[in-house]
């Protein structure tokens, strides 16, 4: 039995390298926070909170936490419609709203500001530096020391 056998020649060319491995650490404050907050309408005492009272509430509490309201965005609105037009006792509209805090100070004083209006939820969505490439690059340099 014969096998065809195949042999590739290949040119053994070595490149000479160094290989450098290291580690850097720095702790970073963020200076973007996006916080979503969810504004809904409900029921108390069989009295229907409307939506516009929570808002005007809302945006009260924005304005003594000293943010401007041009960092206010309405990230989303809704209602469930088959209630909404039978207009049900039981159809809850709600808004959802994002802000962009640039520090955690602010996120502290909104907070504390929100206490009493009915807030549905708040979530903080994504924490980000403004500057993170620059310190990304620099903690390379110095991981390479």
Not at 20 to 45: C, H, Q, S
Request: glycine residues 4%; without cysteine.
């Amino acid at each position: 039995m014969v096998l065809p056998l195949t042999l590739l020649a290949q040119e053994d060319i070595q490149k000479n390298f160094i290989e450098v491995t290291g580690t850097a650490y720095r702790e970073i404050e963020p200076n973007e926070i996006y916080v979503m907050i969810w504004l809904k309408e409900f029921e108390e005492d069989r009295q229907k909170t409307p939506l516009e009272k929570i808002e005007k509430d809302f945006f009260n509490a924005v304005k003594e936490a000293g943010i401007d309201k041009k960092r206010v965005e309405l990230a989303g609105a809704g209602s469930d419609l088959e209630k909404f037009r039978r207009k049900d006792k039981e159809s809850f509209r709600e808004k959802i709203f994002q802000i962009k805090l640039t520090s955690g100070q602010e996120l502290d004083k909104l907070i504390d500001e929100l206490s009493p209006v009915a807030v549905d939820s708040l979530n903080v969505t994504r924490l980000h530096h403004s500057d993170y490439e620059k310190i990304k690059l620099d903690l390379k340099v110095e991981a390479l020391k």
